[in-house]
């Protein structure tokens, strides 16, 4: 029996009434780009997301099956709400001031939701420098010894996986090392939701993590902006709060009914054939991958639907060599291009990949020793976010504090975190990011 589809059921329905709609939004299902008939809103019938009992609530309880988690939420503006609301109910569990260790390179949406629950940060630091803004590399052993080393018992451990290039900490043996200490562990999984339907699942929930967020839209088909906010079977007894009434406070109160359907369909698209199309894509990929390194590319090991290339013209110029035959890359950085892969791409397509990389003589990388930056704090990041600012030059702000978060999107991984002292060391990685102004605190 395939799955059904409450929501779009719902929707589609409506959309071929032919109703009069005196109600939001403006356009009454005519406009400019085609499909505002399926974008409605809380009209009777059509359940509320933050208060859902019915076809929201449906629709999420056959997500929460799919994922089998201990409770499934919708989020309908990315990851980033899944983060503030994971580090709020984090946060929620703490008795006093909220600390949270986190491993560096994080999302900039951490740096917000830390700053609004006024969480301090104590930071687990690469365990090797990579060069790369994204790269984190840690151990279970670095964190069991971190953990023990700290003078305040942290609310949590958030850690990324995989990152942006495609990297992954051991999960099952930080969750282990966090579990001896009852430290929950969040995983910003936004990258990784396709990671549940491998064979076994490397999903975060299903190597031990207590909560994690999924950007639906980055690895599934779903429109940009459909996330979930997953917690596990096993902590969903220890919230305090509901993760819905939480997500509710960092969220629109006009949720998109398009990615809500859209969440809603790749329900079914998931239980039909999607684990063998998923089996052939990632082997797809890894045959690129091995061709790439035939021809003297550096391809690391990445999440499977990831191909991230390492070489020594630098990422921006692997980029535009693939932009002039119309392959557009998802990040590229100074070494490194990133491409994300899915079974929606056509074999045909990455086999043209591969013709364009063996059109040119792979480079050499240069060896470069660089070391772990050592962010000197100055104030809390609520209190640097909610300063009055002043824009300066990157070269003019060496000693200044750095107010938001200072990166490119992508990957939107901050250099500086707000509230820390700015160095010249800092100031080299923002002119390699192209960075060329930043916030910074003016008290
Ligand atoms: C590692 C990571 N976490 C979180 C996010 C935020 O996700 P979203 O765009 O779904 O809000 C991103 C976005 O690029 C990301 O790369």
Redesign the pocket.
């Known amino acids: 029996m395939p799955m059904d589809t409450p929501i779009w059921n719902f929707v589609k329905a409506y959309a071929e009434s032919g109703n009069i709609r005196a109600h939001m939004p403006g356009h009454k299902g005519r406009g400019f780009l085609g499909f505002e008939k399926y974008d409605i809103t809380e009209i009777k019938g059509a359940d509320a997301l933050y208060e859902a009992g019915g076809i929201i609530e449906k629709s999420r309880l056959n997500a929460q099956s799919l994922f089998g988690s201990g409770r499934t939420d919708y989020s309908t503006e990315?990851?980033?709400q899944c983060?503030r609301a994971m580090v709020a109910l984090a946060c929620g569990l703490s008795r006093g001031r909220p600390l949270i260790l986190a491993a560096r390179k994080v999302?900039k949406?951490f740096v917000y939701a830390c700053a609004l629950m006024d969480a301090d940060i104590e930071w687990l630091m690469p365990e090797r420098e990579t060069g790369s803004l994204c790269a984190c590399p840690i151990t279970p052993e670095g964190v069991a010894k971190r953990l023990d080393g700290l003078e305040r018992k942290p609310c949590a451990l958030y850690i990324?996986a995989p990152?942006?290039l495609g990297g992954s900490p051991d999960i099952r043996g930080i969750a282990r090392e966090c579990h001896k200490r009852d430290v929950p562990l969040l995983v910003?999984n936004?990258?990784g939701a396709y990671l549940k339907f491998l064979s076994p699942s490397r999903h975060p929930l299903d190597l031990g993590a207590d909560m994690c967020c999924d950007?639906a839209?980055?690895t599934l088909p779903v429109l940009t902006g459909g996330?979930y906010l997953h917690v596990s079977k096993d902590f969903l007894p220890r919230l305090n709060k509901e993760p819905r009434r939480v997500m509710a406070m960092f969220g629109s109160t006009s949720p998109s009914y398009l990615i809500l359907s859209s969440l809603d369909l790749c329900n079914r698209y998931l239980t039909e054939g999607y684990p063998e199309r998923l089996a052939e894509a990632c082997r797809r990929v890894s045959v690129l991958r091995g061709g790439l390194r035939e021809m003297g590319y550096s391809v690391p090991e990445t999440d499977p639907l990831k191909l991230t290339v390492l070489d020594g013209v630098g990422g921006e110029v692997l980029a535009a060599r693939l932009r002039q035959n119309n392959i557009e890359v998802e990040m590229a950085d100074r070494w490194a291009v990133v491409m994300m892969f899915t079974p929606e791409t056509g074999e045909e397509e990455m086999e043209r990949i591969g013709e364009v990389f063996a059109s040119f003589a792979s480079t050499p990388l240069p060896e470069e020793k660089r070391n772990v930056l050592c962010p000197k704090v100055a104030m809390s990041p609520r209190q640097a976010l909610m300063s009055p600012t002043k824009r300066v030059k990157a070269d003019d702000s060496v000693g200044r504090v750095c107010a938001d978060p200072s990166v490119s999107c992508?990957?939107?991984v901050p250099i500086v975190v707000s509230g820390e002292v700015i160095t010249p060391e800092a100031v080299e990685m923002f002119k390699e990011y192209g960075i060329k102004e930043i916030e910074t605190v003016d008290i």
Do not use: E
Request: charged share 15%; no cysteine.
């Open positions: 990315g990851s980033s983060i999302h949406a990324t990152d942006y910003d936004a990258h950007s839209h980055k996330a992508p990957p939107a």
